[in-house]
């Protein structure tokens, strides 16, 4: 195996599956006692390294705030109303939620944004906290060695010991997943805490067809389809199945209007609530990549999906038959854009195929390099001080794929501070219908791919669902 094919198979592993795996939401069977209250004291550096692999703490007063009183509550009603839990709010468009064995509670930005109620978010905290009071998640830590070969590999391909320490840190709770048996333990716990703190024990079944419906969204399937890949942005994925379960459960505690979801008070502390990537880490627009801070643009071929890895942006054809890494690289003394293009592999360039151009202005080296399963195209741009890497990988048998690594590379471009300055964080804003607004007209103030559904699966709207006059709604805008 060559070094390309290498990097390419690694990307299409951190494409699909290099993220938090978190826990699935099953309900079911009947808890164990659990152990002694966890309390958070002292430095944690697992905590820090965490935080930090997740984008920072994210600021958000008002609703962390609301969350640590959510959680207060959850917790009273729980065995161990002793407990001590510590919040954070992560700076992630991911959605998920995760705790560590000490009493951390983790929850992302992205999660906060699609639930639609108090009850919901509590459904999900309350699913956490189970975990930890069942000391599920000490069980963790016999996981962690698996982690290791990931580094190495990393280490290997990228020669980056700062990316392989990274993707250490964050991948050891990548391969944490809960077994069925504890998922079922930690349910059945939940939507009794949820009940028994006063909320909607229905909650869960309502964020869970959220997520079912975002998953589909983001996989391109039909609304609230099933079956498909998992969203890089839902850690936690679900099925009809588990909303089915989940509603069974909350039927058997009592009927639907037991206990209160707030959802206004819920919508005015997540009104403002920043959306997707950081223009200055970059963001992806449909095929597009932009980055503010370091003003350079590029867009994939169509069709494709692209992920704005922490290091690098990948991106795949729908059938994976083609795929991208665009990263920026630090050459050596001395080292021109044609020796970049060499040092990407370890063995040699085809000779004869290493190209010097320009793209937009931009000086460039281009190569080719052959494998058994795969070719590549590799580029080297020079952007100001920076250098930039494009490799496209492809089929022996794809005519196409030189056309579409051409066109790709055409369209890599600096951007001008003029226009970086545009690239605006998108926000949740909460809206209140008119009379006479529809789906549609909430929906075209959405500054977002595919509106229209976007706006209904954040809202938990379905495609007959009608606006109501007076009721508040959540839109992406800048």
């Given at each position: 195996m060559?070094?390309?094919?290498?990097?390419?198979r690694?990307a299409?592993?951190a494409?699909?599956?290099?993220g938090l795996a978190?826990?699935?939401?099953?309900?079911?069977?009947?808890?164990?006692?659990?152990?002694?209250a966890p309390t958070?004291?002292?430095v944690?550096t697992?905590h820090e390294?965490?935080?930090?692999?997740?984008?920072?703490?994210?600021?958000?007063?008002q609703t962390?705030?609301?969350?640590?009183?959510?959680?207060?509550?959850?917790v009273?009603?729980?065995e161990?109303?002793?407990?001590r839990?510590r919040?954070?709010?992560?700076?992630?468009?991911a959605?998920?939620a995760?705790?560590?064995?000490?009493?951390?509670?983790y929850?992302?930005?992205?999660?906060i944004a699609?639930?639609?109620d108090k009850s919901?978010?509590?459904?999900?905290?309350?699913h956490?906290?189970?975990?930890?009071t069942l000391?599920h998640?000490?069980?963790?830590?016999?996981?962690?060695?698996?982690s290791?070969?990931v580094?190495?590999?990393?280490?290997d391909v990228?020669r980056d010991?700062?990316a392989?320490?990274?993707?250490?840190?964050?991948s050891?709770?990548d391969f944490?997943s809960?077994?069925?048996?504890?998922?079922l333990e930690?349910?059945a716990?939940?939507?009794?805490t949820?009940?028994?703190a006063?909320?909607d024990?229905?909650?869960?079944?309502?964020f869970l067809?959220?997520?079912?419906r975002?998953v589909?969204l983001?996989?391109?399937?039909p609304d609230?389809?099933?079956?498909?890949p998992?969203s890089r942005?839902?850690?936690?994925p679900s099925?009809?199945?588990?909303v089915?379960?989940?509603?069974?459960a909350?039927r058997?505690?009592?009927?639907p209007?037991?206990?209160?979801?707030d959802r206004d008070?819920?919508?005015?502390?997540v009104?403002?609530?920043a959306w997707?990537?950081?223009?200055?880490?970059?963001l992806?627009r449909?095929?597009?990549?932009v980055?503010?801070?370091l003003?350079?643009?590029?867009s994939?071929?169509d069709?494709f999906?692209?992920d704005?890895?922490?290091?690098?942006?990948l991106?795949a054809s729908?059938?994976?038959?083609r795929?991208?890494?665009?990263?920026?690289?630090?050459?050596?003394?001395?080292?021109?854009?044609?020796?970049?293009?060499?040092?990407?592999?370890?063995d040699?360039?085809?000779?004869g195929?290493v190209?010097?151009?320009t793209i937009?202005?931009l000086?460039?080296a281009?190569?080719?390099?052959r494998g058994?399963?795969w070719?590549?195209?590799?580029?080297?741009v020079?952007?100001g001080?920076?250098?930039?890497?494009l490799?496209?990988a492809?089929?022996?048998?794809?005519p196409?794929?030189?056309?579409?690594?051409?066109a790709?590379?055409?369209s890599?471009?600096a951007?001008?501070?003029?226009?970086a300055?545009t690239?605006?964080r998108?926000?949740?804003?909460?809206?209140?219908?008119?009379p006479g607004?529809?789906?549609?007209?909430?929906?075209?103030r959405?500054?977002?791919?595919?509106?229209?559904?976007?706006f209904?699966t954040?809202n938990?709207l379905?495609e007959?669902?009608?606006?109501e006059a007076?009721r508040?709604y959540?839109?992406?805008?800048?």
């Amino acid at each position: 195996m060559t070094r390309a094919s290498t990097i390419v198979r690694l990307a299409a592993l951190a494409a699909t599956g290099l993220g938090l795996a978190g826990c699935n939401m099953i309900f079911g069977s009947e808890p164990r006692t659990p152990p002694a209250a966890p309390t958070v004291t002292g430095v944690d550096t697992e905590h820090e390294q965490l935080v930090a692999s997740f984008g920072g703490a994210y600021s958000a007063p008002q609703t962390q705030a609301l969350i640590e009183e959510m959680t207060r509550k959850l917790v009273a009603a729980t065995e161990r109303p002793d407990a001590r839990y510590r919040l954070t709010i992560l700076d992630s468009p991911a959605i998920n939620a995760f705790a560590l064995p000490t009493g951390r509670l983790y929850v992302t930005r992205g999660l906060i944004a699609l639930a639609n109620d108090k009850s919901e978010l509590a459904a999900v905290m309350a699913h956490e906290i189970a975990h930890v009071t069942l000391a599920h998640a000490a069980a963790r830590t016999e996981l962690e060695a698996r982690s290791v070969l990931v580094s190495r590999v990393v280490s290997d391909v990228l020669r980056d010991q700062r990316a392989s320490a990274s993707i250490r840190e964050t991948s050891r709770f990548d391969f944490a997943s809960f077994s069925r048996a504890q998922e079922l333990e930690a349910d059945a716990v939940s939507v009794r805490t949820l009940a028994g703190a006063g909320f909607d024990p229905f909650g869960a079944a309502r964020f869970l067809t959220a997520l079912d419906r975002w998953v589909a969204l983001e996989s391109g399937l039909p609304d609230g389809g099933d079956g498909g890949p998992p969203s890089r942005l839902a850690t936690h994925p679900s099925t009809p199945e588990r909303v089915s379960e989940a509603r069974n459960a909350a039927r058997r505690i009592g009927a639907p209007g037991l206990g209160t979801d707030d959802r206004d008070i819920y919508l005015a502390a997540v009104d403002g609530i920043a959306w997707g990537e950081d223009p200055r880490d970059g963001l992806v627009r449909g095929s597009r990549y932009v980055n503010a801070r370091l003003r350079i643009a590029f867009s994939a071929p169509d069709g494709f999906t692209l992920d704005n890895a922490s290091r690098a942006v990948l991106g795949a054809s729908p059938d994976g038959e083609r795929r991208l890494m665009f990263d920026a690289v630090e050459p050596g003394d001395g080292q021109s854009l044609a020796d970049v293009v060499r040092a990407t592999w370890t063995d040699a360039v085809e000779t004869g195929t290493v190209e010097e151009t320009t793209i937009n202005g931009l000086p460039a080296a281009v190569a080719s390099s052959r494998g058994d399963a795969w070719h590549f195209r590799v580029a080297a741009v020079q952007a100001g001080e920076a250098v930039y890497r494009l490799i496209f990988a492809f089929r022996p048998s794809d005519p196409g794929a030189e056309a579409a690594f051409r066109a790709t590379l055409s369209s890599v471009r600096a951007i001008s501070e003029t226009e970086a300055t545009t690239l605006t964080r998108l926000r949740v804003r909460v809206i209140t219908a008119s009379p006479g607004d529809t789906l549609e007209t909430l929906a075209a103030r959405m500054q977002t791919d595919k509106p229209v559904e976007t706006f209904r699966t954040l809202n938990g709207l379905f495609e007959h669902t009608r606006i109501e006059a007076g009721r508040r709604y959540k839109i992406v805008t800048g």
